[in-house]
């Protein structure tokens, strides 16, 4: 069985802060990992992802996302937030030696970057 | 290009109804995927799609629930005995190949009401 945590419920910053998204998986075997965005009134958005290779992976809108197999994590950030990154966060997960296409998310994180 | 769309944007039915939900993918992807999401959750898996075969069903909640792909291209979700707990955000997305790793791209959705 795979699946994902998303420890908090909503994430508070100030404009210019840097921003950190939590998550934490599990998968019997190797891991492909992503994050989606949520805008208010529309669809799932792909920021980025991390299949095999270098840790630390870059996505759109300036995103970034480290993938840290001893800890099981792949926290999103940002090293400066906009008011506009305000939405609803999800990460997820796929076993990638399991064979299987089904996609496990997390119940999402809302992110309030404050004027 | 155009996104995945998906129709109704919107639909209010009776409990005990049956349902369509139709979507449409990105020209070319071979994957096409159906997910659920309530208030406050991350989407749930339902079925997955390899060119016209339903290649993991293993979401779909119960037999009232059925999904098909013709001719490999629009996917049709279909809901029989509408219940009140069907209610939900129905969302489809795409994915250019089948590989583990391969992003997927999503519709709007389709808010499901059962009065």
């Known amino acids: 069985a795979q699946s994902v945590a998303q420890p908090e419920d909503q994430v508070n910053v100030a404009e210019g802060n840097p921003l950190t998204v939590k998550c934490t998986y599990s998968v019997s075997g190797n891991p492909y990992l992503f994050w989606y965005v949520q805008y208010p009134n529309r669809g799932l958005q792909f920021l980025l992802k991390y299949i095999t290779g270098d840790n630390l992976v870059k996505g759109s809108y300036g995103f970034e996302a480290e993938f840290n197999k001893s800890q099981t994590s792949f926290h999103l950030k940002k090293p400066s937030a906009l008011v506009s990154d305000s939405a609803l966060y999800f990460c997820a997960v796929r076993d990638r030696d399991g064979g299987y296409q089904k996609v496990t998310f997390g119940i999402g994180t809302k992110l309030q970057v404050i004027p | 290009g155009a996104g995945v769309s998906q129709t109704p944007s919107n639909k209010v039915t009776e409990k005990g109804k049956y349902v369509e939900l139709r979507c449409d993918p990105i020209?070319?992807?071979?994957?096409l995927y159906w997910y659920r999401q309530s208030l406050g959750q991350g989407p749930e898996f339902l079925i997955y799609f390899q060119g016209t075969g339903a290649a993991d069903d293993s979401g779909l909640p119960n037999d009232r629930f059925f999904a098909v792909r013709p001719e490999g291209s629009v996917s049709t979700l279909k809901i029989q005995r509408t219940e009140r707990g069907d209610s939900a955000v129905y969302l489809c997305a795409s994915s250019i190949l089948a590989g583990l790793g391969n992003e997927q791209f999503f519709g709007p959705g389709t808010r499901l009401t059962v009065l």
């Open positions: 020209s070319g992807h071979t994957a």
